[in-house]
Every structure is written in structure tokens, then in C-alpha cells.
């Protein structure tokens, strides 16, 4: 294994960018690398008239995945029974790769055999941006084995001379099929790829093949066959290398690609049609061609027969450049809190231009969060909110920008929170059957309503009592965001003695507590959307919960329920004790006093999932093995078990981890594959897929960020018969040969990219332009005519207090995006040129059957 580099040269070699204000000189860019982030968020909603089941029995068990082309990363759990299936689904993921198509397959779950593909949505990457943002049914298309390919060919074409026995000439076409790249897994590996590649014409198909590459999903074939393409008696009538007329129209090559099933039938993985006559002006040609589908007519199944799925897709492209190109912008964005008024702000101007305001709180949160300027911007947007509150009772209860932007910190800073509060109980009761139904109408026979009304009270008072108890794990992020509340509430009314608590109730118990409740999934407290039974139980839970914040926290002597059962249930709670509870959990959290979080004392769980990793010794045979293993990563170790909840086979502390990096494939002929270099031998972990894979690297690399001693140099392929495949080295210690990947940055609990986030507010005040000039419109006008309003015009939907301050930040604006504006065109025409169509980055799209 590589030795350990000196800790000043891990350092040195990690050093994070600065964020000056200074603008680098034009051309710049061209000298440092531009990074192509993708990321995809979004629902899988509900299916409608799937197919049923010829039988009696006509109700399916389904499941939804998403592929990138023929990749699954991700799949919602089993909905028994149903043909109208409801997943309610949620989903995020960042895309390491290029694809074709994002598709939703949705499968009938069959124990004993093959799972069945029912349909799928198939969308083009390009045509992705006309559904963004919005819910959609698509209809279901039929799955044909055919037309489910990805991957690209490398081809080169040529035209020889070839003098035949009796000295005529005629013409040869020479096809070197170089390699192929990207092909999919077969079953979970890289498949064993071959390719036929055939001459066809009117009255030919002369078809050759060549040999089978084992276990690779790039395979390298290097292979030349030759065709011949004319008679001799045409040669006299054309030049040296053309070939005649009437035969280069009629005349195209085709590759089909396979793997090789060995004792079960071939696979077809895609195919190329290539007209020869694209030799017309030139005696060679070399080009990556996409493979598509093949359409062989076997179309039984009409497309409106298979039912439709809901989606909701959210797909993002953001091209960042060099962090100081973000300086001007995000220093305006950083001096928002201190704007007066606050809504004349760059950061409250986003938020009012932005068609939706979602789209522009995300980033804005993250970025303010990473500079610790949130407190004091959302506390001054939500002095905002205030005044135009009349009811002490409805206070922050609404869907503002405020409101907004406290959730999504809540989501981000309250993870930890939520899983050491909830977790454990949320799986108690997610993996239970106990029935806590007391709506008299929909109780099922044989239930007893008391011993429902019992379970259902156990768990309300499991979960209040951890919630109330929990004030020393809220992060203090929240703390200082709940004390100014606090205080802005007195203020605002200050003849009511329950508002400062019914301000921080709405957000930690209405906004946080109840919504991660009825949706676990949504906050990672569980991996799927609950089954029907269980979502009902969560539900009641929830409104109970819920209702106890804000009883407690406004001493009302009724709850406010609407339904008589749930108004006879809450009687349980209504003493003295839950009032005092709430009251002192309330005080805690949005005191100023300096809380150490239990999470610095105890492991803060980070991720874990299913994986394979290489074996560490030798078996019997002498031959490392790959073993699946439950692999679980905290703050303080990366363990890896036979099952989930066994004792650990193997750990290592995450102080001892020197560096994370992928490992090239060619080492075990597998994808998705990453290495842990850590004191002892490094350990090789293959994952399920592409998003798996990059998602524990980041957060292994995040963990370890800080650690001494860690690589500034590593080796990307594996140590194997005596020798690093990647630089034949001998030596097992020998120092790596390929710079360490610069990390993410060094904040375990929050992994923000401040230069991506500052690009995506780029990119929506790029797509708000006109809302903007309409808005800078209205400030001219306000300034001008200081008489009543008399009808609704374009800016009276804008916020806008001080016309001439929210003008000039509007003109800052501006002029930040138009200079930013230069360098994204710059890259834009580089790649545009840069990428040859038909070179490996832009290949061609062939021709389809």
C-alpha cells in the first residue's frame, strides 16, 4: 500500500480555493477546469390502470425504479395488491455520469421467478427541462428487450484498392471496430460483449463477428474486417476512390452489439447503422456512434393499455466555474441581512422574482448557512412576516419566504436531531403490526377499539416525552433561529403572554417534529414511503403531537380538532403536566445559552447500505473473492457486518482513513468500484450502482477530510500478482501515482458546495430576467407617482418598501449576471467546438431501424 505522505503535503494539496471579489482576467477559465454538475430531484407520485392479472386474482404487487439508461439507482418499495399503486416517493441524487435517458420502469414483484416490467417512461435527457418542476402523468410504454440499450462504438471506416487474381481493381471497405464504452451490467456485472458487423444491401448481408471480451463494460476488440464493395467493370468509370453511385446509396454497415450468454440465449445490447456513403467525399472516416434500439416490430401491447405514472422531475444541469468568477455575486448575496429594508435585499429579491419560490430557497439557505448569515436574514424577513400578522394565533403559519427558509434549514441542520429523536421509535412502530385505528367508521372486523386507543397512546407519549427531553441535541443553528423568534413575537404582541411560545411551537413542533413524523422517508428516517396501515398510524400520531405543541404552548383548554374521536383521544393529554413539558422543551431550545449537542459525544450515524467488498485474505482455492456485506459508516468508524444489526466483522476508525478515490475498472472487470485507503491493506468496495457509489465517497471523504497523514498521492487501479496495475510498480508501499482527489469540504454535518450554490442562484437570476426588469420598472414608477393606486398593476405583487434602495440592488444585479454572462458563453462555444460530433464526448446519434 502507498506509504503515508507528509501531513504539510496532504495539506498543501487539499487547500481549498479562496473566494476573492477580484475578477481573473479574460481567458482565464480555459487554464482551470469547469465542472458539469447534474443533479435530479423530484416523486415518484402513483401509478393508475396498470395491466391487471388475467386470473381471479387480478391485483398486482408493484414497484417503481429509476434508470439512468440501463442503470437502476434507485427503487421505491412493494404496494400490495393494487393496479392504482401510491409510492409518494421522494427523491434526490446527484449524477456522476453522462446518459441518454432517465427512465421509470414500474415491475410486478414475483417471489419464485423474474420480477415483471409492467411499462415504462422513458425521457431524453435534452427533452427533461419541459417537464421540470412539474407533475405530469406520462403513459406507460411497452418494455421491449430490444429497445433497451446504452452505450457507444468506436468505428473507423476506409476504402482500399484491391487488385484481384486476374489484375482488375476494384474497391475493398475496410471496418476496424475499435472498442465500445459504457455498456450495461448484465445482472448486477459487467457483462461479456461481442459484435457482429455486417455489409447489407439490397441482395447482400455479409455478417462477420469478432471475439468475446470477458467481464468488461468497455471493452477494447481492435478488430479489422474486409468487405468488398464494387465490380472491377465499374472502376474504369470513376476516380480512384469513389465508390459508384448507385451502390453507396444502397449500401450501409451495421453493428449489432451482444453478450455472450454462454448455455442461455445472447442478450442484444444495441446496434449502429453506418451508410457508406459517407465515404463519398473521403476515403476514411472515424466516429463514436450512440447505440440504439432496434425496432423489430413486436409491438402486441397497445401503449394505452399499460396505464400511466405520475412524476414529478426536477432535473439541473449547472456549469461552475472558477470560485472567484463568484465573488462579486456572492458578496452581494452575503450582505443581505444587513440591508435595510430587508426586502430591498439581493436575497429577498431572489426570492420575489423566482417563479417558484422553492427553486431559489435551497440554494440561498446553503449558501447563507455555510457563511453563518442565516439567523440574522431569516429573522429579519420573518420581522416581515409580522407585521403583517393581525392574530397572535396564526403567527408564522403561512408559506412565505421566511417560513421557507426555516424549513429547509430545519431539513438540513435537523437531521442528526430527528434521527437520535425519532429514529427509533419511527422503526419501532414502522416495523410493528399493531393496529392503532380509532375512527369508528374505518376500524376493521375484530378490532377493539380500546386496545387500539392504547397503542396509539403509547406511542404518542413514547414520542412526546423523547421529543421534550431532546433540548440538548438541537443543533445550534436552530436554538438562535427559535430564540429571535422568540423575541420578535413578544414584541409584536406584547399583550399576549403565550405568543413566544406559539412563534417557536409553529416551526419545531407544526414544521418539524409532525411532518418528519407522517413522512420519515422524506427526512431519511426511513428508506421508503409506509405501507397504508402504517401511514394511518403515523397520521394520528402526527395530529396528536402536533396538537399538544400548540395546546401546550397556548394553554388552550380545548384542542382544536374537528373530528369527535380525535377530540375524545386528546382527552388523555389534557393535564397540567403536558402544558408545563411543552413550556420548559420550548424554553430550552430558544435560549441563548451554548448547548454541546449529545451528537459530539455520541456517533453520528452517516450513511449505510448493502455493498460488496474484495476479500481481505486468501480463501481455500488462494483466490480473493467479493462478499456482500452491510456496511455502516458514523463519525468515528466504517464497519462492515454479514446483516444489518450483527456484530461487526471488520472496522476501521475513521481517524485511520488516508484517502477515498474510485478504482479503474480494469482491476476486477467490475463497475462502480472505490477503494478506502486506510493503515492496513486498502479495502475495495464495489456498489450498486453509479449515484451509490459517488454518494459514499463523498461522505466517507467528508468524514475524513481533517485527518493527518492523509495522500496526496494514491493509486487508481489494484495491487495484483506482485505489481500495481496502474504504474507496474513491484513494491506493495510504493508511493501512488496519481494526484489524490481534492475533497469536499470539511464540514462534516453540513456538505456545502458554495460555488454550485451560488451558480444555481446565477442560473435563476439568469431565468428571471424579465421578472426583474419589471420589478426594476416598478421602483421607477413608485418613485415617480407618490398618488393612491387605484387598480392592480405589474408591481403590485412585489414587496417593495424603499423604491430607490431595492433599485439600486436591482442595477448591482444586473450588472453581476451580465458579466457573469461572459465567461458561461465562453465555455459554452469551447465545448461546442471542443467536442467534435462524432468524438467520444458528442457522439454521433446513427441512424434507427
Known amino acids: 500500500m502507498a506509504a503515508a505522505a507528509p501531513a504539510a503535503a496532504a495539506a498543501s494539496s487539499e487547500a481549498p480555493a479562496t473566494s476573492g471579489t477580484a475578477e481573473p482576467e479574460a481567458g482565464d477559465e480555459d487554464s482551470r477546469e469547469v465542472r458539469v454538475l447534474q443533479s435530479l430531484r423530484g416523486k415518484i407520485c402513483e401509478a393508475k390502470n396498470l395491466l391487471p392479472y388475467?386470473?381471479?386474482?387480478?391485483?398486482?404487487?408493484?414497484?417503481?425504479?429509476?434508470?439512468?439508461?440501463?442503470?437502476?439507482?434507485?427503487?421505491?418499495?412493494?404496494?400490495?395488491?393494487?393496479?392504482?399503486?401510491?409510492?409518494?416517493?421522494?427523491?434526490?441524487?446527484?449524477?456522476?455520469?453522462?446518459?441518454?435517458?432517465?427512465?421509470?420502469?414500474?415491475?410486478?414483484?414475483?417471489?419464485?421467478?423474474?420480477?415483471?416490467?409492467?411499462?415504462?417512461?422513458?425521457?431524453?435527457?435534452?427533452?427533461?427541462?419541459?417537464?421540470?418542476?412539474?407533475?405530469?402523468?406520462f403513459l406507460l410504454q411497452p418494455v421491449d428487450s430490444n429497445s433497451e440499450v446504452q452505450g457507444k462504438v468506436h468505428l473507423e471506416l476506409k476504402l482500399n484498392e484491391l487488385i484481384t487474381e486476374n489484375g482488375t481493381v476494384c474497391q475493398q471497405l475496410v471496418v476496424h471496430i475499435v472498442s465500445c464504452h459504457g455498456l450495461p451490467l448484465i445482472n448486477g456485472q459487467s457483462c461479456d460483449p461481442y459484435a457482429t458487423v455486417s455489409l447489407v444491401g439490397p441482395s447482400r448481408n455479409d455478417q462477420k463477428k469478432t471475439k468475446v471480451k470477458k467481464k468488461t463494460s468497455n471493452p477494447q476488440f481492435n478488430e479489422i474486417f474486409y468487405f468488398e464493395v464494387t465490380r472491377s467493370s465499374s472502376y474504369t468509370r470513376k476516380s480512384q476512390f469513389q465508390v459508384e453511385e448507385e451502390d453507396i446509396e444502397k449500401l450501409e454497415i451495421r453493428i449489432d452489439l451482444w453478450n455472450n450468454g454462454n448455455l442461455v440465449q445472447d442478450i442484444f445490447l444495441g446496434e449502429i447503422k453506418v451508410p457508406?456513403?459517407?465515404?463519398?467525399?473521403?476515403?476514411?472516416?472515424?466516429?463514436?456512434?450512440?447505440?440504439?434500439?432496434?425496432?423489430?416490430?413486436?409491438?402486441?401491447?397497445?401503449?394505452?393499455?399499460?396505464?400511466?405514472l405520475r412524476l414529478n422531475i426536477c432535473y439541473t444541469e449547472d456549469y461552475v466555474l472558477p470560485s472567484e468568477y463568484y465573488g462579486p455575486l456572492k458578496t452581494l448575496l452575503l450582505k443581505s441581512p444587513d440591508v435595510q429594508p430587508i426586502s430591498a435585499s439581493a436575497a429577498y429579491i431572489l426570492g420575489e422574482i423566482c417563479r417558484d419560490k422553492n427553486d431559489a430557497v435551497l440554494p440561498l439557505v446553503r449558501l447563507l448557512l455555510?457563511?453563518?448569515?442565516?439567523?440574522?436574514?431569516?429573522?429579519?424577513?420573518?420581522?416581515?412576516?409580522?407585521?403583517?400578522?393581525?392574530?397572535?394565533?396564526?403567527?408564522?403559519?403561512?408559506?412565505?419566504?421566511?417560513?421557507?427558509?426555516?424549513?429547509?434549514?430545519?431539513?438540513?441542520?435537523?437531521?442528526?436531531y430527528l434521527k437520535v429523536t425519532l429514529k427509533p421509535i419511527l422503526d419501532e412502530i414502522c416495523e410493528s403490526s399493531k393496529s392503532c385505528e380509532i375512527d369508528p367508521i374505518k376500524l376493521k372486523e375484530g378490532d377493539n377499539v380500546e386496545n387500539n386507543k392504547e397503542n396509539l397512546r403509547y406511542y404518542v407519549d413514547k414520542l412526546f416525552s423523547t421529543i421534550v427531553k431532546s433540548s440538548m441535541s438541537c443543533p445550534t443553528v436552530m436554538c438562535d433561529t427559535f430564540y429571535s423568534l422568540r423575541q420578535m413575537a413578544t414584541q409584536r404582541f406584547p399583550n399576549d403572554?403565550?405568543?413566544?411560545?406559539?412563534?417557536?411551537?409553529?416551526?419545531?413542533?407544526?414544521?418539524?417534529?409532525?411532518?418528519?413524523?407522517?413522512?420519515?422517508?422524506?427526512?431519511?428516517?426511513?428508506?421508503?414511503?409506509?405501507?397504508?396501515?402504517?401511514?394511518?398510524?403515523?397520521?394520528?400520531?402526527?395530529?396528536?403531537?402536533?396538537?399538544?405543541?400548540?395546546?401546550?404552548?397556548?394553554?388552550?383548554?380545548?384542542?382544536?380538532?374537528?373530528?369527535?374521536?380525535?377530540?375524545?383521544?386528546?382527552?388523555?393529554?389534557?393535564?397540567?403536566?403536558?402544558?408545563?413539558?411543552?413550556?420548559?422543551?420550548?424554553?430550552?431550545?430558544?435560549?441563548?445559552?451554548?448547548?454541546?449537542?449529545?451528537?459530539?459525544?455520541?456517533?453520528?450515524?452517516?450513511?449505510?447500505?448493502?455493498?460488496?467488498?474484495?476479500?481481505?485474505?486468501?480463501?481455500?482455492?488462494?483466490?480473493?473473492?467479493?462478499?456482500?456485506?452491510?456496511?455502516?459508516?458514523?463519525?468515528?468508524?466504517?464497519?462492515?457486518?454479514?446483516?444489518?444489526?450483527?456484530?461487526?466483522?471488520?472496522?476501521?476508525?475513521?481517524?485511520?482513513?488516508?484517502?477515498?478515490?474510485?478504482?479503474?475498472?480494469?482491476?476486477?472487470?467490475?463497475?462502480?468500484?472505490?477503494?478506502?485507503?486506510?493503515?492496513?491493506?486498502?479495502?475495495?468496495?464495489?456498489?450498486?450502482?453509479?449515484?451509490?457509489?459517488?454518494?459514499?465517497?463523498?461522505?466517507?471523504?467528508?468524514?475524513?477530510?481533517?485527518?493527518?497523514?492523509?495522500?496526496?498521492?494514491?493509486?487508481?487501479?489494484?495491487?495484483?500478482?506482485?505489481?500495481?496495475?496502474?504504474?507496474?510498480?513491484?513494491?506493495?508501499?510504493?508511493?501512488?501515482?496519481?494526484?489524490?482527489?481534492?475533497?469536499?469540504?470539511?464540514?462534516?454535518?453540513?456538505?456545502?458546495?458554495?460555488?454550485?450554490?451560488?451558480?444555481?442562484?446565477?442560473?435563476?437570476?439568469?431565468?428571471?430576467?424579465?421578472?426583474?426588469?419589471?420589478?426594476?420598472?416598478?421602483?421607477?414608477?413608485?418613485?415617480?407617482?407618490?398618488?393612491?393606486?387605484?387598480?392592480p398593476d405589474d408591481y403590485s405583487n412585489f414587496v417593495i418598501e424603499d423604491s430607490v434602495t431595492t433599485f439600486k440592488t436591482i442595477q448591482q444585479i444586473k450588472s453581476i449576471i451580465e458579466k457573469l454572462d461572459e465567461p458561461h458563453e465562453k465555455y459554452r462555444k469551447k465545448r461546442s467546438t471542443s467536442a467534435k460530433y462524432g468524438s467520444k464526448e458528442n457522439p454521433i446519434v446513427g441512424k434507427t431501424s
Not at 472516416?285 to 394505452?304: E, M
Not at 439567523?375 to 424577513?381: E, H
Not at 412565505?400 to 441542520?413: F, H, W, Y
Request: hydrophobic share 35%.
Open 370 to 416: 455555510h457563511h453563518d448569515k442565516l439567523v440574522p436574514f431569516a429573522t429579519a424577513v420573518a420581522e416581515l412576516d409580522l407585521k403583517d400578522t393581525q392574530d397572535a394565533n396564526t403567527i408564522f403559519r403561512g408559506n412565505s419566504l421566511a417560513t421557507r427558509c426555516l424549513d429547509e434549514m430545519m431539513k438540513i441542520v435537523g437531521g442528526h
Open 276 to 308: 457508406v456513403n459517407v465515404l463519398r467525399n473521403d476515403s476514411s472516416h472515424q466516429a463514436w456512434y450512440l447505440l440504439q434500439p432496434r425496432d423489430n416490430g413486436n409491438k402486441s401491447s397497445k401503449t394505452d393499455d399499460l396505464g400511466s
Open 497 to 791: 403572554p403565550h405568543v413566544q411560545y406559539s412563534a417557536v411551537s409553529s416551526f419545531v413542533f407544526l414544521r418539524f417534529f409532525a411532518v418528519a413524523v407522517v413522512s420519515p422517508h422524506t427526512f431519511h428516517l426511513r428508506p421508503h414511503h409506509p405501507d397504508a396501515q402504517t401511514i394511518r398510524t403515523l397520521t394520528l400520531i402526527s395530529k396528536t403531537i402536533q396538537t399538544l405543541g400548540s395546546w401546550g404552548s397556548l394553554s388552550k383548554s380545548k384542542s382544536s380538532f374537528k373530528e369527535t374521536f380525535m377530540c375524545e383521544f386528546f382527552k388523555m393529554f389534557q393535564e397540567e403536566r403536558y402544558i408545563i413539558a411543552v413550556k420548559k422543551f420550548l424554553d430550552e431550545i430558544s435560549s441563548t445559552e451554548t448547548k454541546e449537542s449529545s451528537g459530539t459525544s455520541e456517533p453520528v450515524h452517516l450513511k449505510e447500505g448493502e455493498m460488496y467488498k474484495r476479500a481481505q485474505g486468501r480463501t481455500r482455492i488462494g483466490k480473493k473473492n467479493f462478499k456482500k456485506r452491510w456496511f455502516c459508516l458514523t463519525s468515528r468508524e466504517l464497519t462492515y457486518h454479514k446483516q444489518p444489526g450483527k456484530d461487526a466483522i471488520y472496522t476501521i476508525p475513521v481517524k485511520n482513513i488516508l484517502a477515498v478515490e474510485k478504482l479503474e475498472e480494469s482491476s476486477f472487470n467490475k463497475k462502480n468500484m472505490f477503494q478506502v485507503i486506510h493503515m492496513e491493506k486498502p479495502l475495495y468496495v464495489q456498489a450498486n450502482n453509479c449515484v451509490e457509489a459517488n454518494e459514499w465517497i463523498d461522505v466517507l471523504c467528508r468524514v475524513s477530510r481533517c485527518n493527518q497523514n492523509r495522500l496526496s498521492f494514491y493509486h487508481p487501479s489494484a495491487y495484483l500478482n506482485g505489481n500495481w496495475l496502474c504504474c507496474l510498480e513491484t513494491s506493495e508501499n510504493a508511493l501512488g501515482c496519481k494526484p489524490c482527489t481534492a475533497g469536499v469540504p470539511a464540514d462534516i454535518q453540513i456538505d456545502i458546495d458554495e460555488d454550485r450554490e451560488t451558480e444555481r442562484i446565477y442560473s435563476l437570476f439568469t431565468l428571471s430576467l424579465l421578472k426583474l426588469q419589471k420589478m426594476e420598472e416598478a421602483c421607477g414608477t413608485i418613485a415617480v407617482y407618490q398618488g393612491p393606486q387605484k387598480e
Open 54 to 137: 388475467l386470473g381471479p386474482n387480478k391485483m398486482r404487487d408493484c414497484f417503481c425504479t429509476i434508470n439512468l439508461d440501463q442503470e437502476e439507482v434507485y427503487r421505491t418499495q412493494v404496494v400490495e395488491k393494487s393496479l392504482s399503486p401510491f409510492f409518494s416517493e421522494e427523491f434526490y441524487f446527484e449524477i456522476p455520469r453522462t446518459f441518454q435517458y432517465l427512465s421509470f420502469y414500474v415491475y410486478d414483484k414475483n417471489v419464485l421467478q423474474r420480477d415483471l416490467r409492467i411499462g415504462k417512461v422513458a425521457i431524453k435527457k435534452e427533452d427533461l427541462c419541459n417537464h421540470s418542476g412539474k407533475e405530469t402523468w
